[in-house]
């Protein structure tokens, strides 16, 4: 190979060097920033509702069936001035959160706790997956009998539906974690329960946070069936009680208040996630 050959080849790889530089630098421009998003965000929801709005207006939907943003948004102004949407949203909000903790932190630590008794885990596991499997809203009128008609018998059922999500959760994570951490703990002369609290209950927390985001849906289900069947205020009740006098602006309002319920809940085990676990 001459030199000239050389020169030529080095020079090559340099321009190709350089041109996946700035490709690499290109691609990391792409990336949108947060507030790129946002805007996005809320131009996707705003669009939608004027789309919705305009179809109401020139007739393609009929407003009776479909209800229309700005009788929605009406229909809120109305109800937070006379604060019956914050105080149902609130009662709804406390009996899912309620729920949500007493039932994902109960059924985690029990799910935890199986790995140390594996006869106890082979003994409870075909109940687990029945009750798993079970639709847990036909358990509700027993609920309501057992706890009355009051808040505690929302705070059961969210409790009993989001208990075996959790347990189920916790249970495989603990089984999921590395075997190889498992003999070396053994290996070094550590004891079950030291394995369990170093390796197996750390190595399962991906597993259990999954779980406490599933569970605000399955919460807030909980809670708003139980107003379905047996209240007199919460999203439930209202939203409930506007579906048989065919007020659909009511509908949406409640289930938009919903949908914030589950955002702040959301945001607030992102925020627990961030402080207690990626230190």
Not at 15 to 41: C, E, Y
Not at 211 to 226: C, E, T
């Amino acid at each position: 190979m001459s030199v000239t050959d050389t020169v030529s080849s080095a020079q090559v790889g340099q321009a190709s060097s350089r041109g996946q530089t700035a490709a690499g630098s290109k691609w990391k421009d792409v990336t949108p920033s947060t507030m790129q998003i946002l805007t996005w965000q809320i131009g996707l929801l705003l669009g939608l509702l004027a789309l919705w709005e305009i179809a109401v207006s020139l007739g393609w939907i009929a407003v009776y069936i479909y209800g229309r943003p700005s009788g929605i948004f009406s229909k809120g102004v109305e109800l937070i001035a006379s604060g019956a949407l914050l105080r149902d949203s609130a009662l709804t909000a406390f009996e899912a959160i309620s729920g949500f903790i007493i039932g994902t932190v109960t059924g985690s630590v029990l799910g935890l706790a199986l790995w140390l008794s594996p006869m106890g885990a082979a003994v409870l596991r075909p109940y687990m997956i029945a009750l798993n499997g079970l639709p847990k809203i036909a358990l509700a009128p027993l609920v309501i009998i057992w706890f009355g008609i009051g808040l505690g018998s929302k705070i059961a059922l969210a409790t009993l539906i989001t208990f075996i999500v959790a347990m189920i959760a916790a249970q495989q994570g603990a089984r999921e974690v590395d075997s190889d951490w498992v003999k070396l703990m053994r290996s070094l002369g550590a004891t079950r329960f030291k394995t369990w609290r170093t390796v197996i209950v750390p190595g399962a927390m991906p597993w259990i946070v999954s779980a406490f985001r599933l569970n605000v849906g399955f919460a807030l289900i909980g809670a708003v069936v139980g107003e379905y069947i047996a209240s007199n205020n919460g999203l439930g009740y209202m939203i409930s009680y506007a579906g048989t006098l065919y007020d659909l602006n009511t509908v949406w309002l409640g289930i938009a208040a919903l949908m914030v319920v589950a955002l702040l809940m959301y945001a607030a085990i992102d925020w627990c996630e961030a402080r207690f676990m990626k230190r």
